[in-house]
């Protein structure tokens, strides 16, 4: 085994250019005689375009061009596309309105892009953009509440009545069959708060067009670049994909905001080869928080059937969700098979029924933000599972308990098939970690402080991994999920390793070269991890879903098993040996039974010079390729216990405790698998605590357009977390991984609303759970102002 191997702390490999400001962000690209971009971005949520005056613009200092949707439609572009088809309830598919690299005839939300203007600097192309006159005709702004109203202004004519799409889920007559027969319901109405991703890199963009060889490159903060080639090459028109070549470089975080295809590096590649010059644009914080998608946006009634001893026989929701102005690449299937599917949560649930409203509004368009769906269904199931514990008189754990999934494989009634868990083993150590025990004393102690002490559960599960391309295809999704990973053995014995996954802070460089470690016995300094440039990389689907471990990770490892099965054979020959004789250990080939051994460089160069082994029977080289496809997706699970105290004379909420037991399969680095950990609890509490996107419902203007208005969650918000693993290994995945880059995000939100409204006696408060609400609600309930 490796000292850098599997299940090793292994420090991240790639801080150590990051911390030294050595890593090459796109902004830190600059290419000859380039040109910087400004875009013109319409102040009106919701307008017609009359008219684009460019005169004046045109004229100013340094500006070489300034380009419009009129100039988009000349040269042939189509607009962007959504790449998950979902269909209503009657069959018909979803009315997906135009969404165009520059709006031409009307715009539909602030900060929709109307002109592109470049200059030879970027303050000379600000100082231009401020000169394009646009003459508005403004029109009704539309939001949530009042998209599907009679009466309420049309986003785009191809949606009637804003309905993108009424999708369903699952068996209604059983639901009402099991609800006629219940002992006991429960109903609650929730929202899920519009996010801002905010991630610490703005997104960028350079195109850079080559006259001579008739090739672009484009480089971009992108997720996954082979996806916004295909995208902007098969449907967009930018340039044949064999001529047009994308990298993402280091990218300073992403969190699914960086997935998709949006009209700024698209505009940017194709306006490099109209002006025949480099085009540069990076985003500034404000055109960040206006023009990246943005996240979650649900309002939803749920309602629960129990029995009379509390067991679930039945769970209905109707949910309206916010897609925002057009339809953004993944966004129809966050609210629909990413939510829908997750509503069974840990339990046994035999009949659930889901109704969602895909709506669109004039805001930024909605997409996967992390977790992308399931916060959304476990901020639902959670909820509504704590609410029927307190009304029915259970102990939330216990009633949990009750209602676990115990054996596997399990059926839901929602499509998800679990292969694996233990949730008992999870519910278990977080009471134990937590202390639950000890939590009547502590919130006796606070009282006598006059707090208000509370404590809240979240059993969570989610789908990731990615996932079978059979079976998202069959669910609309327009690409396969499978992953790519190519190993090059230099004759040194030096291993690159070729990866579709991108890395933008997970830890791939470190992560991934601990299993080639693990398999070769090399020392992680002799093995490269390359991803994130088509040019290099063959093909990849990108990073989201927390896919990276379970499918990027077993590609690399069933090339790995062809390096190796090659490299054996080489040995083999070498050694005079059966080739089943001949075992790979700690970085040696040994004959078993013997005392003959090569070491790993001394066969990789065999390989290469040819010597000693039949070439007519194996090749030379040492260079093997593997697309992997997974059988299931996988499913992490656990429990967060959060506990909170409250001063009620402020509504100031401290989270005095928090435990997070997670099950992850099997772990590569734990040390980067608790930094996931913290990251995501940190989002995931930001929301119920903190954040919010908050648009005018008259004018459609972002009220919260700054971090001035947009609170981020800062260091000293947050104890010290605590965190277990009890794992149960994947079947469906070589390695037996699960993935954790969303656990956080997703289990945590409603731990933390039930440790609230635990404290405070009530049903529900809205997330963000600002003081100025917690106060107000206090207010307004019996709740004790202080003991």
């Known amino acids: 085994m490796s000292e850098w191997g599997i299940g090793k702390p292994v420090r991240r490999r790639e801080d150590d250019r990051f911390i030294r400001g050595r890593g090459q962000y796109t902004d830190d690209i600059n290419r000859p005689n380039q040109t910087h971009a400004v875009f013109v971005r319409s102040p009106h ?75 030879e600097t970027k303050a000379q192309a600000l100082a231009a953009a401020d000169l394009v006159l646009v003459d508005y005709e403004p029109l009704p702004a539309v939001s949530l509440k009042n998209s599907t109203e009679p009466g309420s202004a049309q986003v785009h004519e191809e949606a009637p009545g804003n309905l993108c799409f009424e999708w369903e889920l699952g068996d209604k007559a059983a639901t009402e069959d099991a609800f006629s027969k219940a002992a006991r319901t429960v109903s609650i109405d929730l929202a899920n708060n519009r996010l801002v991703p905010n991630a610490m ?251 208000l002490r509370g404590i809240g559960f979240s059993t969570y599960i989610e789908a990731c991994g990615i996932a079978p391309s059979a079976a998202v295809g069959s669910l609309g999704a327009g690409v396969g999920l499978w992953e790519s990973a190519e190993v090059q053995v230099a004759p040194t014995g030096k291993i690159e390793v070729f990866t579709g996954s991108h890395s933008h802070g997970q830890g791939h460089e470190t992560t991934f070269a601990q299993l080639v470690s693990e398999r070769t016995g090399l020392p992680l300094e002799d093995i490269e991890i390359i991803h994130g440039d088509t040019g290099r990389v063959q093909f990849g689907m990108g990073t989201y879903g927390s896919r990276s471990g379970a499918v990027g990770m077993s590609a690399i490892f069933k090339a790995i098993d062809k390096v190796e099965a090659k490299a054996r054979k080489i040995a083999a020959q070498l050694m005079e040996a059966a080739e089943d004789d001949v075992v790979l250990e700690n970085g040696a080939f040994t004959v078993k039974g013997t005392d003959k051994s090569l070491n790993w460089p001394e066969v990789t160069l065999a390989a290469y010079t040819g010597h000693g082994f039949d070439t007519a029977e194996i090749e030379p080289g040492l260079k093997e390729s593997a697309f992997y496809d997974p059988l299931n997706f996988t499913f992490p699970a656990g429990c967060h216990i959060c506990e909170v105290e409250i001063d009620p004379e402020t509504g100031v909420t401290e989270i005095v405790n928090f435990t997070a037991i997670d099950d992850f399969g099997t772990i590569i680095n734990p040390m980067i698998v608790e930094g996931q950990v913290h990251g995501g609890l940190v989002q995931g509490i930001g929301q119920a605590l903190y954040e919010h996107g908050i648009y005018d419902e008259e004018s459609g203007q972002l009220m919260t357009g700054s971090f001035m208005d947009y609170c981020m969650p800062r260091a000293d918000n947050f104890p010290g977390f605590k965190l277990g693993f009890t794992p149960t290994v994947c079947p469906s995945n070589p390695m037996g991984m699960k993935g954790c880059g969303e656990a956080g995000a997703i289990g945590s939100p409603p731990a933390v609303i039930n440790a609230i409204t635990d404290a405070l006696g009530i049903k529900d408060i809205p997330m963000p759970a600002t003081p100025a609400r917690v106060w107000a609600a206090i207010q307004n309930s019996a709740t004790p102002k202080a003991a």
């Open 45 to 119: 949520a919701h307008a017609l375009i009359r008219s684009i005056d460019l005169e004046e613009a045109n004229a100013a200092p340094g500006v070489v061009a300034i380009l419009t949707g009129k100039d988009v439609a000349e040269d042939g572009l189509a607009g962007l596309i959504c790449g998950w088809t979902v269909h209503s309830k009657d069959g018909s598919e979803m009315k997906a309105g135009g969404h165009p690299i520059l709006a031409a005839e009307k715009v539909r939300y602030v900060g929709d892009h109307v002109a592109l203007v470049l200059a």
């Open 201 to 451: 890199e703005p997104r960028a963009a350079i195109g850079d067009y080559d006259a001579g060889r008739d090739e672009y490159t484009l480089w971009t903060t992108s997720q996954n670049p082979h996806v916004a080639r295909l995208v902007l090459s098969a449907f967009v028109g930018v340039a044949p994909e064999h001529k047009l070549r994308v990298i993402a470089p280091d990218v300073g975080g992403g969190f699914g905001s960086k997935i998709f295809i949006y009209p700024e590096e698209t505009a940017c590649a194709w306006a490099s080869k109209k002006i025949g010059r480099p085009v540069k644009w990076t985003a500034d914080r404000s055109e960040a928080f206006l023009a990246d998608a943005h996240g979650r946006d649900h309002l939803s009634h749920a309602e629960l059937a129990l029995d009379e001893d509390g067991k679930f026989l039945g769970l209905k929701v109707k949910t309206k969700a916010n897609l925002g102005a057009y339809l953004s690449t993944f966004s129809a299937a966050v609210p629909t098979y990413l939510y829908g599917t997750l509503l069974s949560g840990q339990y046994d649930i035999p009949a659930i029924y889901v109704e969602v409203d895909g709506v669109y509004t004039t805001t930024s368009p909605v997409d996967a933000y992390r977790g992308a769906g399931r916060p959304e269904a476990t901020y639902i199931v959670e909820r509504i599972v704590e609410t029927a514990a307190r009304e029915n008189g259970f102990d939330p754990a216990e009633m949990r308990r009750m209602n676990f999934v115990k054996t596997f494989p399990h059926q839901t009634p929602v499509i998800m098939n679990y292969d694996i868990g233990d949730f008992e083993a999870s519910l278990d150590k977080a009471l134990e970690v937590a202390d639950y025990e000890g939590f009547p004393d502590r919130k006796e102690e606070a009282a006598k402080r006059g707090k």
